[in-house]
């Protein structure tokens, strides 16, 4: 059974400064890994995609990771801004049967104060 | 292009009652699946359904089922609600393609309060 683990579940800076959110997976055998945000009450917006055979994907301040023999994805934001406050979902494309295709971890929340 | 379109945005239903939840696809996607999503939880996934055929199911109970239409539109239906049914129930869509699994790209969601 894959199991999707966010660490830190909730996330506080100011302004200005980069930021790291981990994820982390227990069955390698992913075929992409995604991350979303979503606001409060809001559906999901993706921000990047990463196949299983790519390392890494950038798109404007924001750098996803992926290292699957570690069972382990990065996003970086650089420059954060109060526009950022949002919810940070992880989730992985599976294989799984019951569990369906994509595999969500629960989210960390970042707070970003002006 | 409309994107995936979800109805209602909100519901409030009372226990035991019935309910039903729409979906439209994204143009040119023929596969919808549902998610369950609960209050400081990750989505949870409920079904999928291709070709009119439910093709894959979480762990949810047999009150959750759904329906695919001809035009790919999908209906979740939820019977005997319970105060635990209470949920943000996201619709996702996707195109089955030549690979069995494509990106999905999601709905807005419908928010469910069972009272």
């Known amino acids: 059974k894959q199991e999707v683990t966010q660490i830190p579940a909730a996330l506080s800076v100011p302004e200005g400064e980069n930021l790291v959110l981990n994820c982390s997976f227990t069955d390698s055998a992913i075929y992409n890994l995604q991350w979303f945000r979503q606001d409060p009450g809001k559906g999901l917006t993706s921000l990047l995609l990463?196949?299983?055979?790519?390392r890494e994907q950038t798109s404007g301040r924001l750098n996803a990771s992926l290292d699957k023999s570690s069972g382990r994805s990065t996003l970086y934001i650089a420059a954060s801004q109060p526009g950022d406050s949002a919810t940070y979902l992880c989730?992985?494309?599976?294989?799984?049967?019951?569990?369906?295709?994509?595999?969500f971890g629960k989210g960390t929340k970042l707070s970003v104060k002006p | 292009d409309a994107g995936v379109t979800q109805s209602p945005t909100h519901l409030i239903k009372t226990r035991g009652q019935q309910v039903t939840l729409r979906c439209s696809p994204k143009?040119?996607?023929?596969?919808v699946s549902w998610y369950q999503q609960a209050l400081g939880q990750g989505p949870q996934f409920i079904f999928q359904?291709?070709?009119?055929?439910?093709?894959q199911r979480g762990n949810f109970p047999d009150r959750f089922s759904g329906h695919q239409f001809p035009n790919y539109s999908s209906e979740l239906n939820v019977n005997a609600l319970l105060l635990g049914d209470s949920a943000l129930y996201l619709c996702?869509?996707?195109?089955?393609?030549?690979?069995?699994?494509?990106?999905?790209?999601f709905g807005p969601g419908t928010r469910l309060l069972v009272l």
């Open positions: 996702a869509s996707s195109y089955r393609g030549r690979e069995a699994i494509e990106t999905q790209y």
């Open positions: 143009s040119g996607h023929d596969t």
């Open positions: 359904y291709y070709e009119e055929e439910e093709r």
């Open positions: 989730a992985v494309g599976y294989y799984g049967g019951s569990q369906g295709n994509l595999i």
């Open positions: 990463i196949q299983s055979s790519q």
